[in-house]
């Protein structure tokens, strides 16, 4: 029989922050971050409310569901792309 598999370590990864990282790895990770960190305040005061309103239509929708629409494909889109940079680079287990 084989060793537990719980037992077994998993390779050890670099923090976000840490020395360890490459150059490249951390403005592509960095990049991820700021956009999640700027569609979070985006989505709140004082920001927000510029947008909150029901008039006028984008597509269809009210002006302030298409405006969580853009910033929710904006982090859709930033992990989707780091995705991708890390499955071209092997970072992916």
Do not use: K, N
């Not at 005061?45 to 929708?61: H, T």
């Amino acid at each position: 029989m084989g060793p537990d598999p719980a037992s077994r370590r998993r390779e050890h990864r670099p923090r976000l922050f840490s020395s360890a990282l490459s150059g490249g790895e951390r403005r592509a990770y960095g990049a991820v971050t700021a956009i999640f960190i700027g569609a979070f305040l985006a989505s709140m005061w004082p920001l927000y409310p510029l947008f909150s309103r029901v008039q006028p239509f984008v597509f269809g929708i009210p002006l302030s569901l298409f405006y969580l629409l853009v910033l929710l494909l904006a982090c859709f889109f930033s992990l989707l792309a780091l995705y991708r940079w890390e499955d071209r680079h092997g970072r992916l287990d």
